[in-house]
């Protein structure tokens, strides 16, 4: 055959197979084969091919930022220390000149610090790393380095009897890291609570805490506990769990000198109230927690006022006195200082019951609050110069340090560090992200349910479909670009859907967002990537995970019957997202939509309502008869597989 009649051939061949491909009957029928589903009106090739991970913004270059993380003071006050993950620097700024001194790299985006007793060593945990480094102060250059657990966000120094101790709370892998300094060796690696997040030191180095973010569940209708985790850093064993009851997103602790009391900053979440109660108050709220460390009580008092919420407690500081607190408001830009001699006269005087039920008296906290210091966007953490006459506050979202005199509650000048980011839409939407601003009384933001842009772990009572009736898990926001629709259900077409009107109507109880800030919130949304996943340094996957790999995208059972094309694993979480974004019945009451499993190992609890609080869960208890797809053909070595690959995703 001539060349040109082999051409027209291919080319009449090719549109044929383009007028086959587009006809609507042909890919409904083939969808429907695929999926099982009959009702496919809505789908296009797009929902399971010509997907690019490449091509959604969180693979895209974005701008980074001089946002201030972790910080730290030389013992003579002189000079600040400052983690800049965002730039995987650190900086160190003159106290006095409020000037800037020095940037080094510091690789793996930097966030927590301490420092020796000398101020010789600046001990850093590098998130992304997995890794404590330690710097030389006088030249800032990297002198040692050593690997902690999985996203360490936090370190505390000590001195004990059998020496330096260091405390590192590794945010990712539930644990704690104590490391020895010289040498500098992990002596041990305790479990905490989940995802722990900060870490202090008693002045004699008995006994140190850890305060954990987020809360660990029973059941997906029991209360809520996050807890306070106590370690012995010689013996790197744990002495102590103190419940957080209903509370979450402890970020920060401390400890008071002139008492036995160990604070912290948290939310207390009424996440089993239905949503309905946002307007009255009681869905969400801020305040503090008080651990007597010889009686082991925790007592919770509010910081909110009756009309005006100060959402996002993160940062908290104690004077080195022991006569105040001071807790940074992420999400409502403030500061608020507590008298701790006037919590002490409240405590001494209040009835069992009384303090039991504190933290929902919202006309509590003039009692102790003494002030309210305005700051600029987003203040995470702070830090009390060796003094106790300054007080420092990263400022992360404008790029700053605010300090402030402990004494007078005045602002004594500004370390600049960046812009703000203000000419990036995802900076801006990032203060979109974490502001009250928009919702009724400030109780809460986009970040009070989604910290870093994840999961708080909790279940909802919305109502759409009824009052007490519809508990919804609440889902992650990292990798969602490109995975709509939006919500459980599959109404909602685009995040602009999800996080305007809707969120208006369920969430805010106010007006919507506005059209600007609506659009950067949600490419900032966009830009989120999926969580971090644990895998071997080379990238391979182990022999569990290779055996879990081949389950996922099996065809057939162990004993060779084929498996539905709708009821196996890749048909609905087809990759590279693992999702072909329709809904389907599992058994659960549904259909509902199918989330994503890019990062699902750190997304418990799972399924619609929360109910299986792990994953082997979901097969074990809520899918014994093939509704999730054909699993029962596995015994309990191929279940683990199954779950050690879904973990790498």
Known sequence: MKPRLITLFLVVAALGAVAMWLRQDYWVDHMSRMSGQKDLSHVTCFNCHMVSTAKLRWAQPRPHHDAPAGLAVSPDGKIIYIALDDRDQIAAADAVSQKVLRRVKVAGRPFGLA?????????????????????DTQTLKETASIGVGMAPVAVAYCRTSAGERLIVANSMADNISVLSVSPLREIGRPSAGREPFDVTVNPDGTRAFVVNRMAWLASVKTVP???VTEIDPVTARTIGRDPLASAHLSESIGIVPSRSWVLNP????????????????????????????????VI???????????????????????KRAFIASGGSDVVSVVDLDKVSAWLAAASVSTKEEAIN??????????????????P????????????????????????VDTKTLTTKGRIMLGDGGLNDPIRRGERVFTTAAYTFQHQFSCRSCHPDGHVDGLSYDFDT???????LDNRSLLGVAGTEPFKWNGKNPSLEVQCGPRFAKVLMRTDPIPPKELRDLTTFIKSQPPQRVARRHDGKLTPAQERGKAIFFATKTSAGVEIPHGKRCSSCHRPPLYTVRLSFDVGTGGPFDTPHLLGVANTAPYLHDGR??????????YSTNDTHGVTSYMNKEQLNDLVEFLKTL
């Open 115 to 135: 420092l020796d007793a000398a101020g010789q060593k600046l001990f850093v945990t590098c998130r992304d790393a997995d890794r404590l480094a330690i710097l």
């Open 225 to 227: 506990a996050a807890e």
């Open 266 to 297: 948290l939310v207390k979440v009424r996440n089993l109230v239905p949503i309905t109660q946002v307007a009255n108050g009681w869905v969400m709220s801020s305040g503090f927690a008080v651990t007597d460390t010889r009686t082991c009580k």
């Open 300 to 322: 919770q008092l509010p910081l909110d006022e009756a009309n005006n919420y100060y959402a996002d407690p993160s940062g908290m500081a104690v004077a080195p006195d022991g």
């Open 361 to 378: 008296d919202m006309s509590l906290s003039p009692e102790y609050v003494i002030a309210r210091i305005p700051t600029q966007r987003n």
């Open 380 to 403: 995470r953490q702070l830090l009390i110069s060796p003094d106790g006459g300054t007080l420092y506050v990263a400022e992360r979202l404008q790029d700053s340090i605010l300090l």
């Open 465 to 471: 479909s009824g009052i007490g009736d519809n508990l």
């Open 612 to 621: 299986a609080l792990s994953l082997e869960e979901i097969w074990t208890l």
